[in-house]
């Protein structure tokens, strides 16, 4: 478990494309990805490195390709572009500047190593803040069984700082199973998946 923390100092920050089409805000869509990331990979090489061209090399297998040659890949695999953008980040992959996680999937992390998951298969680097206060990991507070301190209009969780309230909705309600949240779609404003839980 120490492992697991000291691991998790400095990463870097994950993706948000988990479907082919039910993850790009209007007016975005998945055929503006391409010219995009080859206008950008133009321009700073760098940059589209960091933010993909690293993460598209780890779902292939390969090392240091660039868009085009990951193009061409796909068309060897016979795989669309699309299908690849939807392959699971792994929580193994480490990037040359250390894991990829974001605030959740530290936290996520801290459970699986604790072994709250018990041998389910799945990435908590696929898993979204969101996710992780619906999953039903938590007890369930009666608000009248909280320390005074923590109630606050009948919420079932101890909110402990912070000027505003924090509104977890269907705080507690999902049960996980095996590859959890790895094709999940959501579409502003409301955010609801797609498809529903399962996903």
Known sequence: RQMCIRDSINAEYGGWIDTISSNYPFPLDKEFLIPLFLFVESKAFDIANELW???????????GLGLH?????CDKRQITFFELMTWPEQD???????????????VLGMYKAAGLFDNLNIQVTEFTPRDSYQINFYENNNPSSL???CKYDNLPYCQL??????ELFDFNTLTVSDYAFEACGALPHDYKRLPAWPC
């Open 92 to 106: 193994k992959w480490v990037y040359p500047d250390g894991p990829s996680m974001v605030c959740d999937v530290f």
């Open 69 to 73: 040659e990951i193009l061409d890949e």
């Open 161 to 166: 700082m912070g000027e505003y309230l924090l």
């Open 53 to 63: 061209l690293l993460a598209l090399n780890l779902r292939l297998g390969t090392t």
């Open 147 to 149: 320390p005074d301190s």
